[in-house]
């Protein structure tokens, strides 16, 4: 059984739950709720964009960018998919256990 | 450590990052009470600072009571004027909105999900006209002296807390803050507690009740959606955080 490794990564996961729970989130609210420095964000984001995971919106407020990003449909399955994953795991290691 | 064990932390650990998604949600949600929030806080403080300034004014005023009343009645257009400007001007609302994420612009922005509303549409407009009806109803009889000032509340209660509850069960869409559910109680047991003579209300006049039981405990529960929004927060930074290292 092969998970995700694309979620699996911990601050991944995190940042896809997150997303699941609202419409979107925008990069500063990530930021500081993860406590992650902007290169780390990035290069996660990227991650999860070009797996086609999330999507991105880039806007200005003023001069200012804002980017905010979403859980696209391909990302929900995805998540629910490890999920649906770690539950088989858990119930194979209680079997054994047992 | 055993299987067992590695197995329950696991399950502990599947069970906090599920709980994030659920905190995120939260979070979202108390937002919405963001605008409503200045609005309240607008409304409350002009007309506490206009009955200041006519508490302040009035030993200068005594005896020429027409300068006390035009005072008065100008504060009150001023209150409404701002009220309506802020309820239904465009530009109104959208100043709302900015003040009110103002507040929020510390965490970064985030959007509630919408969700679908739990009544059609066209119950809500018909709910709409109704309150619209009944308070028409409440201002004409009640300045023909037909209804008694004191009892203004409770009566208002009548047709008041069920639009409330109507306008809750629309706004689903987007899904507002779980607190403004407070607010037809609280509109409530106020209003049982000015029918039945309580001691402490009854020095109150009817105006202000009104006052209190909308603005009042409007403000007041926009500032507790506030403060609730701030401990999610701090739970969701917490929950996101403490298990950043772990795979």
Known sequence: MNLDRVIHEPVRLRIMMILAGVASADFNFLRNTLALTNGNLSSHMDRLERTGYVAVTKSFNGKVPHTSYQLTEAGQTALDDYWAQLDEIRNLDADRGQ | ?247
């Not at chain 2, 409503?36 to 806080?41: G, M, T």
């Not at chain 2, 409304?43 to 302040?56: D, K, N, T």
């Not at chain 2, 004014?57 to 009150?76: F, N």
């Not at chain 2, 100043?95 to 985030?110: C, E, I, N, S």
């Open chain 2, 1 to 247: 450590m055993s299987e067992r064990n590695e197995s329950t932390d696991r399950g502990q650990d599947t069970q906090q990052l599920q709980e994030v998604s659920r905190l995120a949600e939260l979070y979202a949600r108390h937002r919405t009470a963001g605008p409503f929030l200045i609005w309240s806080v607008i409304v409350v403080a002009m007309v506490l600072g206009i009955r200041a300034v006519i508490y302040l004014v009035r030993p200068y005023v005594q005896g020429h009571d027409q300068a006390i009343i035009a005072l008065v009645l100008g504060g009150m257009v001023l209150v409404l004027a701002v009220t309506l400007f802020f309820s239904i001007n465009r530009l109104g609302g959208r100043l709302l909105q900015r003040w009110g994420h103002k507040l929020f612009d510390h965490a970064g922005q985030v959007r509630q999900r919408a969700l679908p509303s739990l009544i059609p549409r066209w119950l809500f407009v018909l709910a709409a006209a109704a309150f619209g009806i009944c308070l028409a109803g409440q201002i004409i009889l009640g300045v023909m002296g037909y209804l008694p000032q004191k009892y203004m509340q409770p009566i208002s209660a009548v047709f008041a807390v069920p639009f409330m509850i109507f306008l809750g069960l629309w706004r689903r869409t987007p899904v507002t803050s779980p607190v403004m559910g407070l607010w037809p109680v609280l509109y409530t047991a106020h209003a049982i507690l000015v029918a039945t003579d309580v001691p402490l209300f009854r020095s109150i006049d009817g105006g202000t009740h009104m006052f209190i039981a909308t603005f009042g405990y409007g403000a007041l529960i926009g500032l507790l959606a506030y403060v609730h929004s701030r401990l999610t927060l701090r739970k969701l930074k917490k929950l996101t955080r403490s298990n950043s290292t772990k795979g």
